[in-house]
Each structure stands twice: as structure tokens, then as C-alpha cells.
């Protein structure tokens, strides 16, 4: 019997309705499609959902963990709110970090000058001009008392970015810490010490990639005995993205990162499930929405595969992947700079709807300068808001369930697989590095992307689309031009006031370390302690280890 009009299924009836109304509306576009290149359909339904639905997402706390790493996520407790910031002095940053405490923010987060993240002093001619720029300048352990003055280690949680000279700087935090009566077992932090990244997408390296990978495990190493709360890598997406990659690719090229890291620990002694509960990951959130949260939820899935299956983990903190996400700051404008203030609440959105362990808001005006007061009081309030008034964290993985958000997030997950054979092929993350394979990937893509806003396919609102023909830009935050020579001055009054033998010896007894097998941690730890500075110790490893002049 033919059915009538009246009969069709409904999913019929729908689609003569779209055909119907798209002979009067067009569509916006021929083809829809996310920043990696993954068809957006026009519909979701069931039928795109995969048959092992419920094993695959699982239960929040229970492995593959793509629901969260936790049983109640934030019905126990908000993300933790960690707040970027360095510029100037360390006396400056200091009066800025205690500015964001009191206004509610939960954890600290270092931003170092250039410089410092090269491994150079303030008064080293490669510095000039660069001084307390980008971030707070530290040359010695003085400036790393003064960054943390009056603020108590054993209940401040820092994050600190930085990579080649990774070491050092957890060396002058450890220190500190003992300054305070604090012991190195009761510091709780991150450091970034993530150097395949700086080859791929940032630049920031000193050494070559194998002395580097060394430092990388000796860190681990150490920590493991020393610092059994601190978080010893925080693997980057971040730099990834920041660098023009596609969703798809900073997770793939991250988790590349990531094992490359545990083959490294597992070669140089370590047992998996020694080291890989302190392993933690760093990941962008940008402004279309639902990709990023699937985004992060196809990424907790493919560690936790990987760290039981392919590396035999048997602790389930090994399978897990803690993050901490950052707001986009490549997708802010210099233009309408109010505008990034909606762009940042979306994409926070977006991390605290994946499920992310601690989150960064960029400030409005950093397309500009450093972020005013008011500007770091704005982008915290986002975050606030977002925990206390939308109810977004009130039940878990709220977008679970979504015919479009499991589809991506399965599709993120098929994708990024495909690239983690293809860096399989070259022998893995560091070789696939070597060769520019990751680099020339994302060059595509940061270029593909351009064309696309220049053309006007893509529309960034205030900058291609909507513009102002003249704008004001007041109250930008400016760093003193006269901070460089105090802080020069500062540094040479430090060195004239050491014991310089005790400096000597420990210089020579971390340059013997570096020649050898030794781990030279203690040895950093050691030189700090007597004040030897930034520049002083990474010369030493540049003398051993060489320096990395790129591709």
C-alpha cells in the first residue's frame, strides 16, 4: 500500500521540507565544516552514533574517561582558576599575583621574559631590549624570593611556562619553598618542560632535541623521589594551535608529544606507572565551540587507550589525561578589543563543557600589551561567572548524548589516529620532528586558515566584517623602559655579593654531570642555592649538550 504524504516517515516529510525551503533560502554556504576540515552535516541523529555508545563514552571517572577523569567533576569541586601573569620585576609580578589572589583566583600561573625562557642573564647582550617584556625577569634565586614573597607554597598551587630551562626554574621554586620552611614533597605546581613543541611551533629551545629529551627525564627522575606532588610536564597543544594547526592536529601532534616523552622515561629507567600519574597536558580552546569540547574529550579517550593498551599501564591515574586549557589568544583582535571579551567567555565555555582540570582566560586587550588590572579582573570574573551563575557545572558532560558532539568527537578521535600512524612511520615524535613533518603540517593549515579570512569565507567580526573606520585604544598597560637597567643592576649586585668559590665548584661539579650519565638535578639545585644564575648554569649545558640552530 503506497503511503500518503500524510504517512511518510518523518525524516522523509523533513527532508522534501528542506528541499522546499532552500529553493527559496539558500544555505549560507555549499559545504559547512569545522576548523579541521570535518563535514558539519546538516542533521544529527541516532543513526551517526557508534553501536558501542555507552562503552565507548563510558561513565565520568571510569575508563576511557571521555565523560572526565573524575566520578562528580565540578559537583565537588570548580576547576581550579590559574590566572597568566609576568611582565616587569619580580617585584611587580608579585604585587600582580596577589592582586588576582585576592580576587578570587585559585592557583598562580608564570609568565618568564624572553630571555629567561632562552636561558639568558638580563645583562647578556642577547638580551637587550627583551627585559621583563613578554614576562617577569629572572636572573637568580633573589628574583625568584621576590616573586614569591607573602605568598605561602604549601597552599598556593603555580604553574610555571617554561621549557628548555625548565630545570633551572624548578630548582629556584624548590629553593624558595625550603626558604619558607616548605619541603619539596609538599610544593604542588606544573612546569611545562615541554621542548618538542618548541621545535614544532615556539622557537623558545637551547638545546638539541636528545640533550633536551635527557633533561626531560631527569626532571621526572627527580621529582618521582623529590616532588611527588608536582606535576612534571604539561604537555602543549597550546604553542600547537597558537601556531595555526587545526584541532585535529593539536591533539594528534600533542599526544605524539606525550608519548615520546614516556618512551623516553621507560628508556632511561623509569616505570610507567612511576611517572605517568605526574604527566599532565596543556590544550587551546578556540571559538568554535563544539569541536573544541569534543576535542577534548576524544584526547582523554585516546590517552587512556594508549597509556593501557599500548604502554601496559596498570594504575588508573596513568590513563588519565589532566589538562589545564588556555583561551585562544591567536583568535583575539587588535581591533574592537571588547569583542575578545565574548570570544573568551565562549571558548571557556567550551573547556569547562570538555571537562578541563584548570583554566586560563585571556584578557580583552592582549592583542594590544600586557593585560591592564582591569582587563586580568574581567577575564578571572569570566570564569566566576561561568561557575557560580550558568549552572554549566552543575551536572556532567552536559553536551554527552549530542548526535553532533559524539560524532566529532569520534571523528577527532578517527583523524588524529591517522596522524599518529603517520608519525609512527617516521619512528615517532622526535624523528617526525626532525624531519619537519609536524612543522609542515601546520604551516599548511595556518595558511589555509589565512586565505580563508582573507577571502572572507571566514568572517572574524570587527576585523574582515563590521569594522570600526577609526578606533582609540586607551589604558594599555606599558612596561618602564628603565626596569632592564635595575634589573641589570640587580643581577651584578647579586654576583659581586656571592660566594663565587661555592658557585665555582658547583658550576663544575654540574658540568662533570652533563659529560656523564649522572643526574644532574641535584646539581642545579645545588648551584641555585648559591645563587649561581639562569644564564650562568645554562651555559654550562650549552658548553656540554651544544645548541640547537633549527631546521
Not at 173 to 179: D, L, N, P, T
Not at 369 to 392: F, H, K, Y
Amino acid at each position: 500500500m503506497n503511503r500518503s504524504s500524510s504517512d511518510q516517515h518523518p525524516k522523509q516529510k523533513w527532508e522534501k521540507d528542506v528541499e522546499k525551503t532552500t529553493e527559496r533560502f539558500p544555505e549560507r554556504k555549499e559545504a559547512f565544516h569545522t576548523s579541521s576540515e570535518i563535514p558539519v552535516e546538516r542533521l544529527y541523529t541516532p543513526e551517526q552514533m557508534d553501536e558501542d555508545y555507552i562503552e565507548e563514552i563510558g561513565f565520568p571517572g571510569q575508563y576511557p574517561y571521555t565523560r572526565g577523569i573524575q566520578p562528580t567533576m565540578y559537583r565537588s569541586r570548580y576547576w581550579t582558576m590559574r590566572q597568566y601573569a609576568g611582565f616587569g620585576s619580580a617585584e611587580e609580578t608579585n604585587q600582580r599575583f596577589r592582586y588576582l589572589l585576592k580576587q578570587g583566583q585559585t592557583g598562580l600561573s608564570v609568565a618568564f621574559d624572553l630571555p629567561t625562557q632562552i636561558g639568558y642573564d638580563s645583562d647578556d647582550p642577547m638580551a637587550d631590549g627583551e627585559v621583563g617584556k613578554v614576562g617577569v625577569a629572572i636572573d637568580s634565586l633573589k628574583d625568584m624570593e621576590q616573586l614569591f614573597d607573602q605568598i605561602p607554597l604549601d597552599k598556593v598551587s603555580t604553574s610555571m611556562t617554561i621549557n628548555a630551562p625548565a630545570s633551572i626554574l624548578l630548582a629556584m621554586y624548590i629553593a624558595v619553598g625550603e626558604k619558607q620552611g616548605v619541603t619539596p614533597e609538599k610544593l604542588t605546581g606544573t612546569i611545562q618542560n615541554d621542548i618538542l613543541k618548541e621545535y614544532i611551533a615556539r622557537g623558545t629551545y637551547i638545546y638539541p632535541p636528545k640533550p633536551s629529551m635527557r633533561l626531560i627525564t631527569d626532571i621526572f627522575g627527580y621529582c618521582q623521589e623529590h616532588l611527588p606532588k608536582f606535576n612534571t610536564i604539561s604537555i602543549s597543544g597550546y604553542h600547537i594551535r597558537e601556531a595555526g594547526s587545526t584541532a585535529v592536529q593539536e591533539v594528534a601532534f600533542t599526544i605524539a608529544n606525550g608519548m615520546a616523552y614516556v618512551d623516553a622515561a621507560i628508556e632511561a629507567g623509569l616505570q610507567v606507572d612511576q611517572f605517568a600519574p605526574r604527566l599532565a597536558f596543556f590544550f587551546n580552546a578556540h571559538n568554535q565551540f563544539f569541536e573544541e569540547a569534543a576535542k577534548f574529550r576524544a584526547a582523554r579517550r585516546m590517552w587512556a587507550k594508549i597509556m593501557k593498551e599500548h604502554y601496559g599501564a596498570e594504575n588508573p591515574k596513568s590513563w588519565k589525561l589532566r589538562f589545564h586549557t588556555q583561551t585562544g589568544g591567536s583568535t583575539l583582535t587588535a581591533q574592537q578589543p571588547d569583542n575578545n571579551i565574548v570570544r573568551v567567555t565562549l571558548q571557556a565555555l567550551a573547556a569547562v563543557m570538555g571537562g578541563t582540570q584548570s583554566l586560563h582566560t585571556n584578557s580583552r586587550d592582549e592583542a594590544l600589551a600586557l593585560p591592564t588590572e582591569d582587563s586580568a579582573r574581567i577575564a578571572l570574573r569570566t570564569q566566576q561567572i561561568i561557575a557560580n551563575e550558568s549552572g554549566v557545572a552543575d551536572t556532567i558532560d552536559p553536551l554527552a548524548g549530542s548526535y553532533y558532539v559524539e560524532s566529532l568527537t569520534d571523528q577527532i578521535e578517527k583523524e588524529a589516529n591517522s596522524y599518529l600512524e603517520r608519525i609512527k612511520e617516521f619512528g615517532g615524535a622526535v624523528q617526525a620532528v626532525e624531519e619537519g613533518y609536524m612543522q609542515r603540517e601546520i604551516h599548511k593549515a595556518a595558511y589555509d586558515a589565512q586565505k580563508r579570512i582573507e577571502s572572507n569565507e571566514d568572517i572574524v567580526v570587527g576585523m574582515n566584517e563590521y569594522k570600526l573606520e577609526e578606533e582609540i585604544h586607551a589604558d594599555l598597560l606599558r612596561v618602564d623602559e628603565a626596569l632592564e637597567q635595575a634589573q641589570i643592576k640587580k643581577t651584578q649586585e647579586v654576583r659581586s655579593s656571592r660566594d663565587q668559590e661555592a658557585v665555582d665548584q658547583c658550576l663544575q661539579a654540574l658540568r662533570e654531570a652533563a659529560k656523564g650519565s649522572e643526574n644532574v638535578m641535584p646539581h642545579i639545585v645545588a648551584a641555585v642555592k648559591v645563587y649561581a644564575t639562569v644564564g650562568e648554569i645554562a651555559n654550562v649545558l650549552r658548553e656540554e649538550f651544544g645548541e640547537y640552530t633549527g631546521m
